[in-house]
Structure formats: structure tokens, C-alpha cells
């Protein structure tokens, strides 16, 4: 192997791209080439390497292990070439430039309208986010893949600077006629016949719920999993069973009354939103902006929004 002579950075880009979407024709599309193109890059770079890089799976493609080692050393070398363009743009005066966000499930529901605002005061600042769990977007920072991460918990895994970005509340929910919908600071062993409705093994969330139980030493009667919030949400206004989920993920459920949120002792469970980068990680004017909006926007935005609802627990 001598990739200094041999490889190039098409040849990479083709190859992220493929790989990306498992497919050449896709790849073709998105790069503006033709299939037999893409195709003649990808076997002159797997000729450089020396090893498949793709085989074939019925009518698609899937990564060999040789392709997903190379993914992860190619995604950094981009992202590199992309630190270098975005560099050279900053020295326009930090007001140009693109920034790539990752964000935990669960960040989706309040992130939208926070980066309306801030592309609102910046419109020559570029955004990008990427939805993913929290093993994908560790993954990614290390990969320099994304410049900022939202998520819940501080990546002790990884050598990550951390900021607390805004408060992060848990309750309880059931559906809009549930029988203790009006009571008031009632203990969780009244929910002792309920089934609990949660999320999967290893989720933020299902780590959240899982603590609640030891901490008030419960045992729910049964329990079912989930893979998504929107999914636990539909559950309990169908009548399934409760729910403890993150307040930010119900906007639209709390405005039409289609949930109720039971005032259980020891609720709302306050957890932290936080913004995450590498501390390796120089960042650009553009993405420098981005973490100070926010860290100052993103709690009174969130207060302003879900507050009430809180509030209207406590003071009745």
C-alpha cells in the first residue's frame, strides 16, 4: 500500500458516499456521476488497498470489515479537508461557513425551533443536524464527522468537553382520562397495577425510569419496550399503560390535552441537556457562535415553552 501516490480525495468522497447509502446508483446520483464512474473509482481505490471494500448482498451492497475500518479513517480525512475550508472561510469574519450538529433522539423535538432562531440572526451560517442514539453521535465527534453534539448525559467515554445547556425534565404520563389525572403529589406505589411503557435496554431514557423504580423501591406490574418516543406517546393515549418521558418530547400533546401528566412525588426527575464537543476540537467562528446561542438561548427558550406545565402542578 502506498496511498500518498495512489489514493485520492474523490476516490474517498465516492467511497463515504457509497457507503453512506449502500448503493452506487444513489451514490451516482447524489455526486452528480454515472454509475459506471462511481463504480470505476471504488474498484481503483479497492485495487490500491488491496482488499474488497463492498460485496454484494442480494441486489444492494453491505461494507466489508476492510470498508468499515476504512469509513471511520476516511470520514476523518474529509473532516479534516472540511476544517481546513471552513478555517479559510472564518477568516471572513465568522459570519459564513457551515456547522455539522449531532442530536439524541429525543433533542429533535425543541432543536428545530432553536436553530430557526438562530439562522434567523445568521443566515450565512449553515446548520446541519444528524439524529442519531448516543453511541452513533460519540462515534462521530471521534470520527470529526459532526462539530457539536445535544445530548443527556456527559460522554465520559470519550475525551469530550461538556457544557450544561439547559435543564432537562422527566414525568410521568398517562392518557388524557386517567383516573388519578387530577390528584395531587400522590406516591408511585398508586401506579403499582399500571403497565409502564418504556423505552429500549440502554436508552437515556429507559436508564431515567429504571432509577425511579430502585429509588422508590418499585416494581412495576408489567412492562413493555419501545423503540421510539413517539411510539410510547401514541401507547399511552390509546390507554396501554403510563409513561415516564421527557417533558421536551410533548408539545403538541400537552397544547391538545391528549396526555395528562400525573403530579407523582418526586417528579418532574430533573436531568441536564448538554452541548459536546471535542477537546480536540478547534472550533470555528460558525460553530463558536452556534455553542454561545446555545448556551444562552436554549434554557429560556425551553422555560418559556414547557414551564407552565410544571408550574401549573405546583401552584394548585
Do not use: C
Amino acid at each position: 500500500m502506498n496511498f500518498i501516490r495512489t489514493l485520492t480525495l474523490r476516490q474517498l468522497q465516492i467511497f463515504v458516499v457509497a457507503a453512506r447509502h449502500l448503493s452506487y446508483a444513489r451514490a451516482a446520483e447524489e455526486l452528480h456521476l454515472t454509475p459506471p464512474a462511481v463504480s470505476m473509482q471504488l474498484k481503483q481505490l479497492e485495487d490500491n488497498v488491496g482488499l474488497p471494500l463492498f460485496e454484494r448482498m442480494g441486489r444492494g451492497v453491505a461494507l466489508t470489515d476492510a470498508g468499515d475500518l476504512l469509513m471511520h479513517h476516511a470520514l476523518r480525512v474529509l473532516g479534516e479537508i472540511k476544517d481546513a475550508e471552513a478555517n479559510l472561510q472564518g477568516l471572513l469574519g465568522g459570519e459564513t461557513g457551515q456547522l455539522s450538529v449531532g442530536l439524541v433522539s429525543t433533542a429533535k423535538y425543541f432543536m428545530p425551533r432553536l436553530l430557526a432562531q438562530f439562522s434567523q440572526a445568521h443566515p450565512g451560517i449553515e446548520v446541519q443536524f444528524s439524529v442519531g442514539n448516543r453511541e452513533s453521535l460519540l462515534q462521530k465527534l471521534q470520527d470529526n464527522a459532526i462539530d457539536l453534539a445535544v445530548m443527556g448525559r456527559i460522554p465520559v467515554e470519550i475525551d469530550a468537553h461538556a457544557e450544561p445547556m439547559a435543564s432537562h425534565p422527566y414525568v410521568l404520563i398517562g392518557p388524557s382520562d386517567h383516573p388519578l389525572r387530577d390528584a395531587r403529589r400522590f406516591d408511585l406505589q398508586e401506579l403499582r397495577h399500571e403497565t409502564f411503557l418504556l423505552r429500549e435496554e440502554g436508552s437515556g431514557s429507559r436508564r431515567v425510569a429504571e432509577e425511579m423504580f430502585k429509588n422508590h423501591l418499585f416494581t412495576p406490574a408489567k412492562t413493555i419496550s419501545m423503540g421510539s418516543n413517539e411510539t410510547i406517546k401514541q401507547a399511552v393515549m390509546a390507554g396501554m399503560g403510563v409513561a415516564l418521558i421527557s417533558l421536551h418530547t410533548l408539545p403538541l400533546e400537552l397544547k391538545t390535552a391528549e396526555v395528562s401528566v400525573l403530579d407523582v412525588i418526586g417528579t418532574p426527575i430533573e436531568r441536564t441537556w448538554y452541548v459536546v464537543h471535542m477537546n480536540s476540537k478547534r472550533l470555528l467562528p460558525a460553530g463558536q457562535r452556534f455553542r454561545e446561542f446555545l448556551l444562552e438561548q436554549a434554557a429560556p427558550g425551553l422555560e418559556k415553552e414547557f414551564g407552565r406545565y410544571l408550574t401549573a402542578r405546583t401552584s394548585t
